[in-house]
């Protein structure tokens, strides 16, 4: 093996073990908060749990899944995401469609795409967007959530940038066969897009999921507020209402009743992810290149 084979192989390892080395960083705080929302309230109070439960408990789980507000901010949080990823993906096919054509085809282009890029590089700010928001007569309905931020100039890009890889001669043929241009976006394009969609989809799901300002400025009723905006209020302030004796205080205490709510929280991503997985690097590499 020459120098420049060995000097590949060592590179790769380092490479290698660096990545495991940032992986297990990245795993440990959550194995972690695991550990902490399985243990006694007194395990956790006294510093004793560290990357394994102490006294083992699923009390702070019974606890969560039997608080009623808990159970509607998830509920909100699932509404907001299907709603949210079927508005962002098919919005962002029709705007992505007719930019992917050449200004011989489309003569505005060149307009819409530098408004897009503007949109990129300044903002209106909290103000005007709430504003919007309130003069829409959007306050605390799920759509305040949904609408706002339901058309991503990234996942246009690599939408666009997809469209424009794929052949010549699919659309030439399609319209030689007497197809319109709805009919090659929904028959022909959206079929072949698939991993495209699924790398959007992936970023519109996480975006969604995880947002929880907008949830604070939006609703007004603690009872509209998505998962993660619950989440954050009770980590900021916990809510013990619910431990009405010495017997439940014994059993669960805030921080095992936090480190549980962040787990369940975290768990539909994580469930979700490895499914996705598979088209998220072949979708991000091929909506990145023009063709």
């Known amino acids: ?53 102490v006294d ?45 054509k050449e200004s011989a085809k489309f003569r505005p282009r060149t307009f819409y795409v530098w408004f897009l890029v503007v949109t ?28 706002p931020g339901a058309l991503q100039v990234f996942n246009i890009t690599l939408m666009l940038n997809f469209f424009r890889g794929l052949p010549k001669e699919l659309e030439d043929s399609a319209f030689v066969d007497g197809a319109d241009h709805w009919t090659l976006l929904f028959r022909i394009y959206l079929p072949l897009s698939l991993p495209s969609l699924a790398t959007i989809g992936l970023f519109t799901l996480v975006y969604h999921w995880n947002s929880w300002f907008d949830g604070l400025i939006y609703m007004n009723k603690p009872e509209h507020y998505p998962l993660q905006t619950y989440l954050q209020t009770i980590v900021v302030k916990p809510d013990m209402s619910k431990v009405t004796s010495f017997t439940e205080l014994l059993n669960v205490s805030p921080r095992t009743v936090k480190t549980a709510q962040i787990i ?16 998220f690097v072949k979708g991000l590499v091929l909506g990145s290149v023009k063709g």
């Open 1 to 53: 093996m020459g120098a420049g084979g060995a000097s590949r192989n060592v590179s790769t390892v380092v490479i290698s073990v660096f990545l495991l080395v940032l992986g297990i960083l990245c795993v440990l705080p959550i194995i972690h908060i695991l550990a902490f929302s399985l243990s006694s309230p007194a395990a956790a109070g006294t510093g004793k749990v560290g990357l394994w439960p």
């Open 56 to 100: 083992f408990s699923w009390d702070a789980y019974t606890y969560i899944l039997d608080e009623p507000k808990f159970g509607r901010s998830l509920a909100v949080s699932v509404r907001r995401v299907l709603l949210g990823l079927s508005i962002s993906c098919f919005l962002t096919l029709l705007t992505a469609y007719p930019l992917s």
């Open 120 to 147: 990129m590089l300044f903002s209106g700010g909290l103000v005007p967007t709430y504003m919007i928001v309130r003069t829409y007569g959007l306050l605390d309905t799920i759509w305040a959530l949904v609408l």
């Open 264 to 279: 369940v929280g975290m768990l539909p991503v994580i469930i979700v992810y490895p499914f996705l997985q598979r088209f």
